[in-house]
């Protein structure tokens, strides 16, 4: 067994990837970004398991990963699902915009020098309609 | 101790390859065929690693261990800072394709290829659509900022601290892994000088009760006796030549070593971890396992028949779960995001 991939590094090298997900969550404030942090903490989670089951011999560790993907599946369909939501009555991916949801007690955090308005379309022009309009049929 | 006998031939061959890619390479206005200077590159990357596997300086095992284990932490780490999304997911596909080569590693090929298609397929992709369809603008200045990183970081660095503390204090096995190393490389010459000029007896015997004492496994007259024997008997193989004779001396010590100091003896153990039953593979903590060679345990070289052997007998009831998780989620995805909203639209 080569030193360099004894089990001990693979449980650290899950353990790196783990905390940054932590920190990547917690940290942003893009919707998409917070997700992919989780599913890098799963990442690091499953790294665990799989060395794990390669050091005890046996495949408890890795059927135990592919329920893991199944869950992460399932939760990335509903998230994105929900983000897709959020984003309609925001109109921004910004989790900051929805600091009334937070538990009491606790203060919002404000921004500083606040955020500069998303760039408005210009609005679209008038056209006149082309070609013949039908008859409208009266009906009484 | 005596000089190591180096070959020169590989050496020279290397520095050649390498300096004759680079004469080749280099710019100037007539260009030799790009196929000379890829072929002598190519060249010199093969006599490189040829040197660096026949000192042991480098396995292949530790070497993609080191490249996808770097790769992962460095694709995660532009993940967590990357300001556009469209990055961060790339970042992220990243993350995935290296830890699914760690996997690999691990002998897990099935759970590579899923989580490839599962993760970097199906998942990033449905992101990039997402971002397609809500971040048009590129990113927005809330992307430019983030939320209390002072803290965040200084939590998460207690967090990783303690990990990778509790993870060194029982799992590290870089002294029992030396001491093998030494007895793996002393068995590989041929005649009693070089191993005994190879293997310096009295500081290995000192070195290997050092590490037994600082493990405090199974250090009971057995270990030993298995060390002092070995250390009468050296200097008797020494003055017969007997070459054979050494290297069984040193297998059986090598064997001993393991089995005190090695995986079973480390300080968590599982208690009585036993799989569902015989078709998840062997108990935990089972003593007799099938290892190979290099003295890990053995998995199923058919990985996804065993997957499926273990997964329909003893997993049958989760496999359904989660087939009906599944369908509950499909079912919750479409009712959500289907639903108009009142506001802004």
Redesign the interface.
């Known amino acids: 067994m080569s030193a360099a991939a004894a089990l001990h590094n693979y449980l650290i090298v899950g353990a790196i990837l783990f905390a940054l997900g932590i920190v990547g969550f917690v940290a942003r404030r893009n919707l998409i970004i917070m997700f992919l942090s989780v599913e890098m903490m799963l990442q690091g989670v499953a790294l665990n398991m799989v060395a794990f089951a390669r050091f005890y011999g046996n495949l408890q560790g890795q059927v135990f990963v592919l329920f893991m993907l199944t869950v992460a599946a399932c939760e990335a369909g509903i998230a994105l699902a929900l983000i897709l939501m959020l984003y309609r009555r925001r109109r921004s991916l910004d989790v900051s915009l929805w600091q009334e949801l937070r538990e009491p007690g606790v203060e919002a955090t404000i921004d500083e020098e606040p955020l500069t308005p998303p760039p408005q379309m210009p609005p679209l022009p008038k056209l006149t309609p082309a070609g013949v309009e039908p008859k409208k049929t009266v009906r009484s | 101790m005596a000089a190591a006998q180096v070959n020169r031939t590989p050496i020279v061959l290397a520095a050649g390859l390498i300096l004759i890619a680079v004469y080749v390479l280099m710019p100037r206005e007539r260009r030799y065929p790009r196929w000379i200077g890829g072929l002598a590159a190519g060249g010199a990357f093969f006599a490189v690693g040829e040197l660096l596997i026949r000192w042991q300086a480098l ?1 292949v ?3 993609l ?2 490249v996808f ?1 770097l790769i ?2 460095v694709a ?2 532009m ?2 800072t ?1 300001r556009n ?1 469209v990055h ?2 790339l970042s ?1 596909a990243l ?2 394709l290296s ?1 699914c080569g ?2 690999l ?4 090929p ?2 590579t290829a ?2 490839i298609i ?2 970097a397929g ?2 990033v992709v ?2 990039l659509f ?2 397609m ?3 048009q ?1 590129g990113p ?4 430019y ?5 002072e803290f ?2 200084a ?3 207690v ?2 601290g303690t ?2 503390y509790v ?2 204090l029982n ?4 002294d029992v ?2 001491l093998l ?1 030494q007895l793996e490389s002393a068995r590989k010459h041929e005649t009693a000088e070089a191993i005994d000029a190879v293997l310096d007896m009295p500081s290995f015997v000192e070195q290997a009760l050092r590490v037994a004492n600082a493990r405090s496994g199974r250090i009971d007259d057995a270990f030993k006796n298995g060390i002092f024997g070995l250390q009468l008997k050296w200097s008797d193989l020494k003055e017969k030549n007997d070459a054979a004779g050494m290297r069984a001396e040193l297998a059986r010590v090598e064997n001993l070593i393991r089995q005190s100091l090695g ?1 079973a003896a480390l300080a968590v153990k ?1 208690e009585r971890s036993v ?1 569902l039953s015989i078709f ?5 903590n089972a003593e007799d ?2 290892r190979d060679k ?7 070289a058919a ?1 996804v028949a ?2 499926g052997r ?2 329909f007998t ?2 049958l009831i ?1 496999v359904e779960l ?1 087939g009906t ?2 369908l ?3 079912i ?3 009712a ?2 289907s ?1 108009p ?1 009142e ?3």
Request: proline share 5%; hydrophobic share 50%.
């Open positions: 396995t095992e530790s070497f261990f080191k284990a992962a932490i995660g780490g993940l967590v990357q999304p961060a997911a992220f993350v995935v830890t760690l996997f590693l691990q002998a897990a099935f759970l899923a989580t599962v993760y199906a998942i449905t992101f997402l971002i369809l809500a971040q603008e927005s200045d809330a992307d900022r983030s939320r209390e990183a965040t970081c939590s998460a660095f967090l990783l990990l990778v993870v060194q799992y590290d096995t870089h892994d030396a190393h995986e599982p799989p998840s593979g062997a108990a935990s396992k099938r290099t003295g890990q345990a053995a998995m199923p990985n065993a997957l273990s997964l003893d997993y989760p989660a998780l599944l509950v989620a499909t919750g995805a479409i959500i995001a639903r909203t506001g802004l639209r």
